[in-house]
């Protein structure tokens, strides 16, 4: 029962340098999105998806490409890394069975940008 | 637009003393509202959740009562145990913000001590 899984967990970046957060969940739920942690913020939404093929910018899209090939793989793409974008990474799915939307994260992925 | 207000942190306290975390939330319409618990070095877990007026969600001890009257979803726990440090989000989605998107407060850092 994997959940949702992100890779890399840690991962150290230069400035300028292009990388990709990937994302995959085993649970065939349509929706799936990309947050930021930044200390005294909570967590951002930076892009979203309710399916295959559609996505859409959250609040803090600048700087990041998202793509929805398939239901189960969201991967997040940082082009030109800035220091800005040293954060911490979550990825989520959620569940639109039943009520409450529900919302499942990964464990997280930890990037610096120097 | 929706937003949550948490109450300030970090919060110590000592072993088996009663933990409140007030939470208010904005949003139109009738959000489903969340707490989600962040141990340290992972992800976040889904702690407890309501999806209507005078819910009570419960989980490991901990409950939380959707208020609409004075729109708050405030956290408690009667005995704290060292294990319960951690951090603690409140969140709410709804209808409005397509997809459900997860609108988070800043997040409360709980420290028990033995």
């Known amino acids: 029962n994997a959940g949702v899984t992100q890779t890399p967990k840690f991962q150290v970046l230069k400035t300028g340098q292009s990388m990709t957060l990937q994302c995959a969940q085993d649970?065939?739920?349509?929706?799936m999105s990309w947050y930021r942690q930044d200390p005294g913020m909570g967590l951002r939404l930076i892009h979203y998806?309710?399916?295959?093929?559609?996505?859409d910018q959250g609040e803090v899209p600048n700087g990041y490409n998202v793509s929805r090939s398939t239901t189960e793989d969201f991967p997040l793409r940082l082009l030109s890394a800035a220091p800005s974008q040293t954060s911490v990474y979550f990825c989520?799915?959620?569940?639109?069975?039943?009520?409450?939307?529900?919302?499942?994260f990964g464990e997280g992925s930890w990037l610096t940008v120097v | 637009g929706n937003s949550v207000t948490q109450m300030e942190g970090p919060v110590t306290l000592s072993e088996e003393a009663f933990l409140t975390i007030n939470c208010t939330y904005t949003?139109?319409?009738?959000?489903?509202l969340f707490w989600y618990v962040q141990y340290p070095g992972e992800g976040l877990q889904l702690l407890l959740k309501?999806?209507?007026?005078?819910d009570k969600g419960s989980n490991k001890g901990f409950e939380a009562t959707y208020r609409k009257e004075t729109t708050s979803f405030h956290l408690e726990k009667g005995s704290v145990q060292v294990s319960d440090s951690a951090v603690y989000f409140c969140?709410?989605?709804?209808?409005?913000?397509?997809?459900?998107?997860?609108?988070f407060g800043e997040g409360t850092q709980l420290t028990v001590n033995p």
């Open positions: 949003a139109t319409g009738y959000p489903s």
């Open positions: 649970m065939n739920h349509e929706y």
């Open positions: 969140a709410l989605s709804s209808a409005e913000t397509s997809g459900s998107r997860l609108t």
């Open positions: 998806s309710v399916g295959a093929g559609i996505t």
């Open positions: 309501a999806t209507k007026a005078d």
């Open positions: 989520a799915s959620r569940d639109t069975r039943g009520t409450g939307n529900t919302i499942y």
